[in-house]
C-alpha cells in the first residue's frame, strides 16, 4: 500500500499521511472526552458511554497512527536523505536518531507532567493536550510542506524521481 501512494500521490501527500492520521483520531479523542456530555446520547444509542467510545477511538489511533508512521512516515524519513551527499546523510541520520527522537518523546512526557502537576488531573489538563496537538500538527504540516518542496528541488537537480 506505501508503494502505491508514493508512486500514484508522490511524497508530500505520502509524508501527510501520518499527522493527518493523528489529527483525525485526535479530535474524535478529544471531543469525546471533553465534550461528553454532547455524546451521551449518541454514545446510549449505540448501547455505551462516551468514555467506552473515547477508549475505542483512542486504540484505534494507536493502530493507525503506528501502521501508518511504519509504512510511510519512516520511509518518508529515509527518502529525504537521498539526494544529500553522504556526510549530510551520516550527520542528519544521527541528529534526527541520536537528538530529535529522544528529545520528541522526554519533551512530551515533560510537557503531560507540568500540566498534571499544574492543573491537578490528567482530566484537567486534557483540553490543554487538545491545544498543544493542534499546535503540533500545525507546525508538522508547514514542516512536510517545507521539506517537500525542498526535496523536490533537490531530486530535481539530481535527476533522481521520487
Same mark, same amino acid.
Given at each position: %500500500? ?7 500521490? =508522490?511524497?508530500? #501527500?505520502?509524508?501527510?499521511?501520518? *499527522? @493527518?492520521?493523528? =489529527? !483525525? @483520531?485526535?479530535?474524535?479523542? &478529544? ?9 451521551? *446520547?449518541?454514545?446510549? =444509542? ?8 473515547? !477508549?475505542?477511538?483512542?486504540?484505534? $489511533? ?9 509504512? %510511510?512516515?519512516? *520511509? ?9 551527499? $553522504?556526510?549530510?546523510? @551520516? #550527520? ?5 536518531? !541520536? !537528538?530529535?527522537? *529522544?528529545? =520528541? ?7 503531560? $507532567? ?13 483540553? &490543554? ?12 504540516? #508547514? ?20
Amino acid at each position: %500500500l506505501g508503494r502505491k501512494i508514493f508512486k500514484y500521490f =508522490g511524497w508530500r #501527500k505520502a509524508a501527510m499521511v501520518t *499527522p @493527518t492520521m493523528i =489529527g !483525525v @483520531t485526535g479530535v474524535a479523542f &478529544y471531543a469525546l472526552t471533553i465534550f461528553a456530555p454532547f455524546f451521551e *446520547p449518541i454514545a446510549a =444509542g449505540l448501547g455505551t458511554t462516551p468514555l467506552m467510545l473515547a !477508549v475505542i477511538v483512542g486504540a484505534a $489511533q494507536n493502530i493507525l497512527s503506528k501502521s501508518s508512521k511504519y509504512s %510511510l512516515f519512516d *520511509p518518508c524519513k529515509e527518502m529525504a536523505y537521498i539526494p544529500l551527499d $553522504q556526510d549530510s546523510k @551520516t #550527520k542528519g541520520k544521527a541528529a534526527v536518531d !541520536v !537528538v530529535g527522537n *529522544p528529545l =520528541g518523546k522526554s519533551g512530551g512526557a515533560l510537557i503531560q $507532567q507540568i500540566l498534571i502537576f499544574g492543573v491537578g488531573s490528567l482530566a484537567a489538563a486534557t483540553p &490543554y493536550l487538545a491545544g498543544i496537538l493542534g499546535i503540533l500538527l500545525f507546525f508538522w504540516y #508547514k514542516s512536510v510542506n517545507s521539506l517537500a518542496g525542498q526535496f523536490e528541488e533537490a531530486m530535481e537537480a539530481t535527476g533522481e524521481s521520487a
